[in-house]
C-alpha cells in the first residue's frame, strides 16, 4: 500500500508545523513504531531482518506499552506521521510504512530545525551533567534494547562526551526523546513517548512537553475508574503497562475466529476502524481530545464514561437470572424493545437486560468501548497470546 504524501517542514515557524497540525496530532515515539514493526513482522520476519528472535521477543515484551499504545492510536488517529523514522532503523523485510499504507504519513524536518532543536536540548543537558544520576541497571537496560531492535541514531552531541560506550548511547537515546518531545511542543499534539524514554525523562527531571501532559493527564483521571474493573493489579500481572482507559488489543485477540497471525490482527484493527463502530469511536475520542486541547470539558462526550461505566459494573456479579423452560418473546414496541411469556409481560432478567441494552439502546462507540472492557478484563497476561501469534507469523 502506498502511503499518504510527505510533509516536509523547512523552517521553525508556526505557519511551518501547521503544516503538521492540520492533519496530524500525535507524534510517535520511533522505539514505539519499531516495537509494533517487529511485532508484525514476526518471529520469521526478524530473522530473516538478521536480528535475534529472542532477544527481539524479550524486548517486545518489555515494551507492552507501546504496541497497546500503536493499535490503540491505530483506532483512534486519523493517521500516524512517521518522523525520518528510516534514519533510526534499517528497514525490515515488510517496513511499516508500507504495512499501514495511507495510514502512515511520511515527515520530513529539515536539517536547519533539527539541528537547532538539538542544540538547545544539549545545552539543557550539559548544564545538569545528569546521566550520573541514573542507576546503572537503568542504563545496562537502554542499551540492551536499543541493541535489541538494531537503533541505528547516532547524532554528533558536543560537549555530551562521554568515555563510556554506555552512557554515549544513552545520551543519545535521550536527547532523541526529547527532540521529538520538542516537535510535539512546537505542534501542540500528544508527544506518544516510549515508558522507558518516559522514566529516564523523569528521572533526570526533564519536563515533558506541556499540552501533551496534560491532555494525557485528563485521559488518564477521566478514565480512571476502568483501571479497577479492567486492569485490576490482583487480576493482571502486566497491569503497570496499561493505561486507564481500555485498549483494542484484548478485544481484537479474543474476536471469532481467532486471529491467525500478526499481519491478520493488524488487518482486523484496520477493519474495525473503517467500521461504523470504530468510526463512531475515534469521532467520540477526537471530541474529547479537541476539548482538552482547548482546556475544557465536553460533558455531551464524557456522559459516555459514565454510561459504559454503569454497564461493566453490572456485568461484574456472577448472579444472572434463568429463565428455566419458559418461552421467551422478545419484539420492539415502537423503539423500545419488550419481552413477553406465553402473552404475559415479563420482568427483565439482568442477563436479558444487558444483552438488550448492548444491541438494541448502546451508541456505537460505548459499545466498543463496554466491548474492550469486558476483553481486556479477561487476561490476565495478554502477552502469552500476542507471544503465540508473532511465533507463528
Given amino acids: 500500500m502506498v502511503s499518504s504524501p510527505t510533509v516536509k517542514i523547512e523552517e521553525n515557524t508556526s505557519a511551518e508545523w501547521e503544516k503538521f497540525s492540520a492533519t496530524l496530532d500525535v507524534v510517535p515515539d520511533p522505539m514505539v513504531l519499531r516495537t509494533a514493526e517487529l511485532f508484525l513482522n514476526g518471529r520469521s520476519g526478524v530473522v530473516a531482518h538478521g536480528l535475534n528472535p529472542d532477544v527481539v521477543w524479550d524486548t517486545i515484551d518489555k515494551n507492552l506499552h507501546g504496541l497497546l499504545s500503536f493499535y490503540d492510536a491505530l483506532l483512534t488517529r486519523e493517521r500516524l506521521p512517521l ?32 539541528e537547532s532543536a538539538k542544540e538547545n536540548l544539549i545545552d539543557k543537558l550539559i548544564a545538569q551533567q545528569p546521566l550520573d544520576k541514573l542507576p546503572e541497571e537503568m542504563i545496562n537496560d537502554v542499551v540492551e534494547e536499543l541493541g535489541a531492535f538494531a537503533y541505528d541514531w547516532h547524532p554528533s552531541l558536543p560537549g555530551l562526551q562521554y568515555g563510556r560506550g554506555e552512557h554515549q548511547q544513552v545520551a543519545e537515546f535521550l536527547i532523541g526523546g526529547m527532540v521529538f518531545g520538542s516537535y510535539a511542543q512546537a505542534t501542540g499534539t500528544d508527544h506518544l513517548i516510549q515508558t522507558k524514554r518516559s522514566r529516564l525523562l523523569v528521572a533526570l527531571s526533564v519536563p515533558e512537553p506541556r499540552l501533551s501532559k496534560w491532555r494525557y493527564e485528563q ?117 423500545v424493545p419488550s419481552a413477553m411469556v406465553e402473552g404475559v409481560p415479563l420482568r427483565w432478567p439482568r442477563w436479558l437486560r444487558l444483552w438488550v441494552v448492548d444491541h438494541f439502546v448502546m451508541k456505537p462507540h460505548r459499545h466498543l468501548l463496554l466491548r474492550m472492557s469486558l476483553s481486556q478484563r479477561r487476561y490476565r497476561d495478554v502477552t502469552l497470546d500476542l507471544h503465540r501469534l508473532w511465533s507463528r507469523s
Fill in 83 to 114: 518522523i525520518q523514522y528510516w534514519e533510526t532503523f534499517a528497514s525490515p523485510r515488510r517496513p511499516l510504512v508500507d504495512l499501514l499504507g495511507p495510514l502512515a504519513v511520511p515527515v520530513e524536518i529539515a536539517s536547519s530545525v533539527y
Fill in 219 to 335: 485521559e488518564q483521571e477521566l478514565f480512571a475508574d476502568f483501571k479497577q474493573h479492567c486492569t485490576a493489579e490482583g487480576d493482571n500481572v502486566r497491569a503497570d503497562d496499561f493505561d486507564a482507559a481500555p485498549t483494542v488489543l484484548p478485544y481484537l485477540l479474543l474476536q471469532k475466529p481467532p486471529p491467525t497471525g500478526t499481519m491478520d490482527l493488524l488487518e482486523r484493527c484496520l477493519q474495525l476502524r473503517e467500521e461504523k463502530l470504530g468510526r463512531d469511536y475515534r469521532d467520540w475520542y477526537g471530541r474529547l481530545r479537541r476539548g482538552w486541547s482547548l482546556g475544557r470539558d465536553d460533558p455531551q462526550a464524557e456522559k459516555s464514561i459514565s454510561a459504559v461505566l454503569k454497564s461493566l459494573r453490572e456485568r461484574m456479579p456472577d448472579d444472572d437470572v434463568k429463565t428455566g423452560g419458559l418461552t421467551l418473546s422478545i419484539g420492539m414496541q415502537g423503539p
